[in-house]
């Protein structure tokens, strides 16, 4: 049913638009980088390498909510067996996941607001994309994700990517619009924190537009491109900026991002994450992460 991913790709599209312009306007001022904390090159680098990680961590839960909230959506609409019992039960969530985890929708039926639960247990569990998930990830719909204005506000309750604990809440909103499907994604009160006790805070927002596959209902086909503003600030001060050089590219079917560029400042120092290097655009889990004009560089490896 592609009017329904029509209408959500609409929403994303203009909403895209609307807070990057929003976004454009702004003083520097809430994500700016202080000079109080100084750092060497190779602090700079381990910076950016965490900073990417905690991103990339962001990016798991969004990317594992919006299949579960994309799929609800259209069994809501079109593929339940009668107000209960699920004719289509997460078909693509459990090729992402695997058995491991329990997944729940109340209520059960096409109305809503509705919640869906996906819960990994207290001692978590190897999921099939190769990732150790544990506790849960909360998911409100206001209504399907695909419909314009619809919100989805996502909370973790204990929520541990592999050995790390992410916590915050991400609000997606479809701002879909006369065909161009737009989203934004917000994080809000954002942390992250390693077993060894580091941790760091983080608030950023997205911009999304579908740019591949809204003429199909599958999911498969859907390609993203994105436009990133985010601040990490770590314990000892020092805040860390990431915005989008090129757009990232998000494609359904891959975990990770697999193109584009962001541009990661640390005081007077400027990095870039190449997202597309080396695999030339290519799913993996790698990205290029250069600095002194290209001339230095090191392979980053993504949760």
């Not at 700079?44 to 299949?67: G, I, N, P």
């Not at 314009?148 to 050995?163: G, K």
């Not at 193109?259 to 080396?278: E, M, Q, V």
């Amino acid at each position: 049913m592609k009017t329904l991913n029509l209408s959500f790709k609409l929403s994303a599209v203009i909403a895209a638009l609307f807070l990057f312009a929003l976004v454009s306007c702004q003083k520097e001022g809430s994500l700016s980088s202080t000079e109080t904390v100084a750092v060497t090159e190779e602090e700079a680098v381990t910076y950016s390498d965490e900073s990417t990680q905690t991103e990339a961590s962001f990016d798991d839960v969004e990317d594992v909510s919006m299949l579960a909230a994309d799929e609800e959506g259209e069994t809501s609409m079109n593929g339940r067996g009668g107000e209960t019992g699920r004719l289509f039960p997460f078909v693509e969530l459990r090729l992402r996941l695997g058995t491991c985890a329990d997944i729940t929708v109340s209520p059960n039926d096409s109305t809503y607001p509705k919640t869906i639960t996906i819960d990994f247990g207290p001692n978590g569990c190897l999921c099939a994309d190769g990732k150790i998930r544990r506790g849960a990830i909360v998911i409100h719909l206001t209504a399907p994700i695909r419909r314009p204005d619809a919100v989805m506000t996502i909370t973790l309750d204990n929520f541990y990517l592999n050995r790390a604990k992410i916590e915050g809440t991400k609000i997606v909103t479809n701002l879909s619009e006369n065909g161009n499907i737009k989203f934004t994604v917000q994080v809000v009160g954002g942390k992250v924190t390693h077993p060894n006790g580091r941790g760091y805070k983080y608030d950023g927002i997205k911009y999304v537009k579908q740019i591949e596959g809204g003429a199909t209902r599958q999911l498969r086909d859907d390609v993203y491109s994105l436009e990133v503003r985010s601040k990490t600030e770590f314990t000892n001060g020092l805040t860390i900026n990431l915005n989008t050089e090129s757009p990232l590219i998000k494609k359904m079917i891959c975990p990770w991002i697999s193109d584009g560029t962001l541009k990661i400042k640390i005081n007077s120092r400027i990095l870039f994450l190449n997202y597309g290097a080396p695999s030339n655009g290519d799913c993996d889990n790698k990205a290029l992460l250069t600095w002194n004009n290209g001339n230095n560089h090191r392979l980053i490896t993504l949760p």
